[in-house]
């Protein structure tokens, strides 16, 4: 009887102070595990939906092309896939079926006809928006 008492009344007390210094360090390593792999994942896939962005755009430049007979110019841009440019009379776009696309980190793409890695470049300069860099940083093309 007295047992039964004691276990009721120690079910009443709560946690104590070391149980819950436990359970937070456990949390914490658990935290320090798991974060880095999901950020790091989060940033490889904002780097696919550059690529995927990038390719599409380029398929659009090719049509622009295979239909007016040659690549828009770096001073047209990329604009000239939705918007008619006036001295383009065989011009039947609009290339894309929205606006044109900000990188996943909020850029504009450069564009330039002609260009150093083929007939066009078409890159994303990567999250810091700077040439260069690694990883997130790192540039992503159209000729790689």
Same mark, same amino acid.
């Given at each position: 009887?007295?047992?039964?008492?004691?276990?009721?009344?120690?079910?009443?007390?709560?946690?104590?102070?070391?149980?819950?210094?436990?359970?937070?360090?456990?949390?914490?390593?658990?935290?320090?595990?798991?974060?880095?792999?999901?950020?790091?994942?989060? &940033?490889?896939?904002?780097?696919?939906?550059?690529?995927?962005?990038?390719?599409?755009?380029?398929?659009?430049?090719?049509?622009?092309? !295979?239909?007016?007979?040659?690549?828009?110019?770096?001073?047209?841009? !990329?604009?000239?896939?939705? !918007?008619?440019?006036?001295?383009?009379?065989?011009?039947?776009?609009?290339?894309?079926?929205?606006?044109?696309?900000?990188?996943?980190?909020?850029?504009?793409?450069?564009?330039?006809?002609?260009?150093?890695?083929?007939?066009?470049?078409?890159?994303?300069?990567?999250?810091?928006?700077?040439? &260069?860099?690694?990883?997130?940083?790192?540039?992503?093309?159209?000729?790689?």
């Amino acid at each position: 009887m007295q047992l039964r008492r004691h276990l009721a009344l120690r079910g009443q007390q709560g946690f104590t102070l070391l149980e819950l210094l436990v359970v937070l360090v456990v949390l914490g390593l658990l935290a320090g595990i798991v974060a880095p792999k999901y950020f790091n994942q989060l &940033g490889r896939s904002e780097i696919k939906v550059a690529r995927a962005q990038i390719e599409g755009l380029s398929k659009a430049i090719d049509i622009y092309r !295979l239909e007016v007979g040659r690549y828009p110019s770096s001073e047209q841009g !990329l604009d000239a896939l939705v !918007l008619a440019p006036s001295d383009e009379p065989k011009w039947a776009g609009p290339y894309l079926q929205k606006t044109i696309p900000q990188d996943p980190w909020g850029h504009e793409y450069v564009y330039r006809s002609p260009g150093e890695y083929g007939d066009y470049d078409l890159l994303s300069l990567g999250k810091d928006g700077q040439p &260069g860099g690694d990883g997130e940083n790192a540039e992503i093309t159209n000729w790689q």
